[in-house]
């Protein structure tokens, strides 16, 4: 495992995009191009904590509270959608094959110690178009999409478990299933390989780890700080991790790459 970059404050959402890894780092409110060199690079001014991800036209779009924004790395961000009809406090993101938008809403202000509430899960459609899609998730957090646009893999941090629903060409959810029941697991970022595991990164138990669908364990990466997020580029594994000291006091934010068995597939990508 070699240390990439230690030039950010607190980092989540990490993105491969056209030979570059995209972090949001909340700690200093803004997102970084990191090169393979680990030399970072400001790409976009944000309002704290903001997820991201790439639309197919290469526009991004990054979830600013109860909004989505919409712009290209490097230049400015406007209105895309509302998100507050489906949802409220909204987390991860994910952008599928067709350009549909799947972002999860905690439900509750975790940020300022709110009592837990069900989250849920908009869609919102390249028209801009917001639908709500599913209910009753127990802190949606990572999200992410199969090669086949067929099948979207939610984490949920406090279930325990990766959840699965089969997707419909209109973008609509159903069949929800458990995915992968993870024990004392607790999933934050995922992503999807090309033999159709899972990567969740762990902040609780410090690890990012590999699960086939049903739930068996295919491989750990150990880490000395709360692992908070992870993104395959290629073949390799990028996990941002930080010291995790509650939401007020997180720092030591750093990525880590490490030699994965499968390359990237599906979304995030």
């Keep these: 495992m070699d240390l990439l970059t230690d030039a950010i404050v607190m980092g989540e959402s990490p993105r491969w ?5 995209y972090v949001s780092d909340w700690g200093s409110g803004t997102i970084v191009a990191v090169d393979p060199d680990g030399k970072t690079e400001v790409a976009a001014s944000i309002t704290g904590a903001a997820c991201f991800d790439f639309l197919p036209d290469g526009r991004w779009l990054v979830v600013d509270r109860d909004r989505l924004l919409v712009g290209t790395p ?3 961000l406007e209105p895309y959608a509302d998100l507050s009809v489906a949802g409220s406090f909204f987390n991860d993101i994910v952008v599928d094959g067709r350009g549909n938008a799947y972002v999860g809403a905690l439900g509750f202000d975790f940020g300022h110690g ?17 639908l709500r899609v599913a209910d009753d998730v127990a802190f949606p957090n990572g999200v992410a999409m199969t090669a086949d646009n067929g099948t979207l893999v939610l984490a949920e941090s406090y279930g325990n478990r990766l959840t699965a629903w089969d997707v419909a060409a209109d973008g609509t959810l159903s069949g929800r299933r458990a995915w992968a029941e993870l024990g004392t697991g607790v999933p934050d970022g995922i992503c999807v390989d090309s ?3 899972v990567w969740y990164a762990d902040v609780p138990n410090r690890c990012c780890v590999r699960v086939a669908d049903g739930g068996t364990v295919l491989d750990t990466v150990t880490l000395d700080r709360g692992a908070f997020a992870c993104m395959l580029g290629d073949s390799t594994l990028y996990i941002v991790a930080n010291e995790w000291g509650g939401v007020e006091n997180t720092r030591g934010g750093r990525v880590y790459a490490v ?3 499968a390359a990237l597939a599906g979304w995030p990508s």
């Excluded at 995009?17 to 890894?21: V, Y």
């Excluded at 869609?123 to 917001?130: D, Q, S």
Aim: aromatic share 6%; no cysteine; proline share 16%.
């Design 17 to 21: 995009h056209e030979g570059r890894l």
């Design 74 to 76: 490097f230049g400015s």
């Design 114 to 130: 709110a009592p837990f509430a069900p989250g849920t899960v908009a869609l919102v459609r390249p028209t801009g178009e917001v």
């Design 195 to 197: 033999d159709g595991a």
């Design 259 to 261: 030699p994965a068995p």
